[in-house]
């Protein structure tokens, strides 16, 4: 899921209900069978011969989740609303069944039917793999062709990206690169890491790109003196979406951009960036293009903003 999408309560609480189950019947979760002291001489019935639910309890649950779909879509719209159930519902159920995580399925697709040493076998396996059995919350082939015209156009040297997820737009970024660039991506997760390291590695570009795994908000004060980062010449912003105006604030404070930077962020439409969008649209120290396309694998609507830095100063009210 595009991250900054907050799942509801009542949804949170439901998944996180499932989740301690084990992988029986979904039934089991919703409707236990009643518990006897260990001495009862009456064993606990089979779960053939206990009562089915009542119609009027079914038909509550049912007007009930009705309710809360109709809920989230006035307040998020279609977009969010598909993601949040894929993202919560869906795909935890999912996992819990299968018994791994999405991200590692979409590995193993890629090792089973890219070839090793060519990056773009690996974005075409993601892409296949994402559009016919699994959404997943990659740039996309779409706007991927807006992040390729970016990078081609710009040449950085040095590029950051805050979010590698599964590592699909590192690999895109990556093997653009022209000799002796690099490319930095900060990944909060360990896991999604892990899994982009060995994208990485398989599709051959593990020394243009290097993974660090923490919060941005601790990193970027580090990639000066840790990492050897005078300046950026590009920024790909796909992390959080609450974290898209503090840390682009943030490399401005630790003096990270320079005259030209371009900052290009994902998902400001859907499922949107409207802080960020006002500050960079309302700041003279900023040039913005809006990039219009679709939400990955799908026919949402949504954008790419590219907002080149002009140079150091106070920006203005918007």
Request: charged residues 20%; glycine residues 6%; aromatic residues 8%.
């Amino acid at each position: 899921m595009p991250r900054g999408c907050e799942p509801p309560s009542l949804l949170r609480g439901f998944l996180a209900g499932c989740k301690a189950q084990k992988p029986t019947a979904l039934r089991l979760a919703l409707f236990p069978p009643p518990s006897l002291p260990s001495s009862s001489p009456h064993p606990i019935p089979a779960l053939s011969q206990m009562p089915e639910a009542p119609p009027l309890l079914l038909a509550a649950f049912s007007l009930g989740l009705v309710l809360l779909v109709l809920l989230c879509l006035r307040r998020w719209g279609l977009g969010k609303l598909l993601i949040s159930w894929n993202e919560l519902v869906l795909q935890p159920l999912y996992n819990l069944f299968m018994g791994d995580t999405k991200e590692q399925r979409i590995l193993r697709h890629v090792l089973q039917h890219a070839v090793a040493g060519d990056p773009q076998s690996v974005l075409e396996a993601i892409d296949t793999y994402c559009s016919q059995k699994e959404w997943a919350m990659n740039v996309g082939d779409k706007k991927g062709q807006i992040l390729d015209a970016v990078v081609q156009e710009q040449r950085p040297s040095v590029l950051l990206e805050l979010g590698a997820y599964c590592g699909y737009s590192a690999v895109r970024m990556a093997r653009l690169l022209e000799p002796g660039a690099r490319l930095l991506t900060i990944e909060l997760d360990p896991d999604y890491a892990a899994i982009t390291q060995q994208m990485l590695d398989f599709a051959g570009l593990q020394d243009r790109v290097t993974v660090v795994v923490g919060a941005s908000q601790d990193v970027i004060p580090q990639l000066k003196k840790k990492y050897d980062v005078d300046t950026l010449d590009m920024v790909f912003l796909d992390h959080w979406k609450d974290r898209y105006l503090p840390d682009t604030q943030l490399l401005e404070e630790c003096g990270l951009l320079r005259k030209g930077t371009v900052l290009l962020a994902d998902n400001v439409i859907c499922p949107g960036t409207p802080e960020f969008l006002a500050y960079v649209r309302g700041n003279r120290h900023f040039e913005c293009t809006h990039f219009p396309s679709y939400l990955e694998y799908s026919k949402e609507i949504d954008g790419l903003e590219k907002a080149v830095y002009l140079g150091p100063g106070t920006p203005t009210q918007p």
